[in-house]
């Protein structure tokens, strides 16, 4: 069984930063690809970050230049970390380990943006 939590959400204005984490327990770690996904009031989840289990990333372009999606697999830990964010980054974020034919998802963190 996987258990993903996630932790550093909260109040931030327009052009600061937040750095996510998300804990996974369980022995798959490793060979799982992560991502960071969010969804804002009256809209769909979104992809926003990934990482391979070989380190390759891929970023959503409405954050690339601004958040970095990093892991840590000696820690079973996956970060984001959130630079120059703007009120429409607003959402809850998510996290999801997952490989071919599997997915586990944690219970979210509250991201609000706002002067």
């Known amino acids: 069984q996987v258990q993903l939590v996630e932790s550093g959400g909260g109040l931030v204005q327009p052009g600061g930063s937040l750095r996510l984490s998300c804990a996974a327990s369980?022995?798959?770690?490793?060979?799982?690809?992560m991502g960071w996904y969010r969804q804002a009031p009256g809209k769909e989840r979104e992809l926003v970050a990934v990482?391979?289990?070989?380190?390759?990333?891929n970023y959503a372009d409405s954050v690339k230049g601004r958040f970095t999606i990093s892991r840590d697999n000696a820690k079973k830990t996956v970060y984001l970390q959130m630079n120059s964010l703007k009120p429409e980054d607003t959402a809850v974020y998510y996290c999801r380990l997952f490989s071919p034919g599997r997915e586990w998802w944690g219970q979210g963190t509250q991201v609000t943006v706002s002067s």
């Open positions: 369980g022995s798959m770690f490793s060979s799982n690809h």
């Open positions: 990482i391979s289990s070989g380190g390759i990333t």
